[in-house]
């Protein structure tokens, strides 16, 4: 099934739904939550395009140790 938002978008909604979720804990307004779901949301975007880059070099690093043997 393809998704109708881009992939930030649709975390972005996920990370809102369980910021409202939780309202009695932290009690944003609206604008406060759809900023934090969206700060969130690059935060996370952030860390996993850095594990993929960590996880293509590791691959590098070891396709090289291979060839050296």
Excluded: F, G
């Excluded at 109708?4 to 990370?15: N, T």
């Excluded at 935060?43 to 291979?66: A, G, Q, T, V």
Aim: some cysteine.
């Amino acid at each position: 099934m393809k998704s109708l938002l881009p992939k930030r978008d649709a975390i972005a909604v996920s990370i809102l739904q369980a910021i409202i979720c939780k309202r009695e804990d932290i009690r944003p307004s609206p604008k406060e939550a759809a900023e934090l779901a969206v700060d969130h949301t690059d935060r996370l975007m952030e860390e996993l395009d850095k594990k993929s880059r960590e996880n293509i070099s590791y691959l590098e690093d070891w396709n090289k140790r291979r060839l050296q043997q």
